[in-house]
């Protein structure tokens, strides 16, 4: 069974502030994704990274997969109440999605 | 991104009932879809791993009898709570990949209570 371990499991920041969110694994992946949940709906799709090393910036969200394919990180940078959620990291392999446990991030103005 | 659309948002019922939730995916061949539990402030839990045309895959302690789900077409699942009890509440979710996809596209949820 392939785990993903996220971390820290929550965050309270303030407005303005950088954070790092973490995900790991025993396990290589073939891909990996990033989503963000607000209460009472479905998660939606951040990004997806593929190749070791990748880097992908989305505005002030920047992400990047390990070498090994085994690890992955968020950076926000100047964090914006907006950015309250949870974020979960989700491994691939053959069509199925291995879920982290989330990181529950509050942002306060 | 896909679309993919969850209904009912949400949904009472009587313990005892059955209760059906849709999942379709609008603008793309969903070839393989997946059924989630999440509980408050929680991760999503993985129930069940449907092919289109096939027999559902269900995790280890998910009851199948309980949780009955079909996958007859490509752009639709159906996940049956047969028999529902307060226990049962919850939100559901449904994701939907295809052929080529790398990533799965979830729908809105269903928030089931169960009185």
């Known amino acids: 069974t392939q785990l993903l371990e996220q971390s820290p499991q929550f965050l309270s920041i303030q407005e303005g502030e950088n954070l790092t969110v973490y995900c790991n694994s025993s396990s290589v992946f073939s891909s990996l994704q990033w989503y963000r949940q607000e209460p009472g709906e479905g998660p939606v799709l951040l990004v997806t990274?593929?190749?070791?090393?990748e880097v992908k910036k989305l505005k002030r969200l920047t992400f990047q997969f390990g070498d090994a394919r085994k690890d992955s990180s968020l950076h926000i940078t100047a964090a914006q109440p907006g950015d309250t959620g949870l974020y979960l990291c989700?491994?691939?392999?053959?069509?199925?999605?291995?879920f982290g446990k989330g990181t529950l991030l509050t942002v306060n103005p | 991104g896909a679309v993919v659309s969850q209904h009912p948002s949400w949904v009472i019922c009587k313990s005892g009932t059955s209760v059906k939730i849709e999942c379709r995916s609008l603008d793309f061949q969903a070839t393989t879809m997946f059924w989630y539990r999440q509980f408050p402030k929680q991760s999503l839990m993985l129930m069940a791993t449907?092919?289109?045309?096939?027999?559902?895959?269900?995790e280890q302690g998910v009851e199948k009898d309980k949780f009955l789900i079909n996958h007859a077409s490509l752009t639709l699942s159906t996940l049956t709570v047969t028999s529902a009890h307060p226990e049962d509440s919850s939100f559901y979710i449904c994701?939907?990949?295809?052929?080529?996809?790398?990533?799965?596209?979830f729908g809105q949820g269903t928030r089931l209570t169960v009185v």
């Open positions: 449907s092919n289109e045309g096939s027999k559902a895959t269900y």
């Open positions: 994701s939907a990949t295809g052929t080529g996809r790398l990533e799965a596209f």
């Open positions: 989700a491994g691939g392999s053959n069509y199925k999605l291995t």
């Open positions: 990274v593929v190749t070791g090393g």
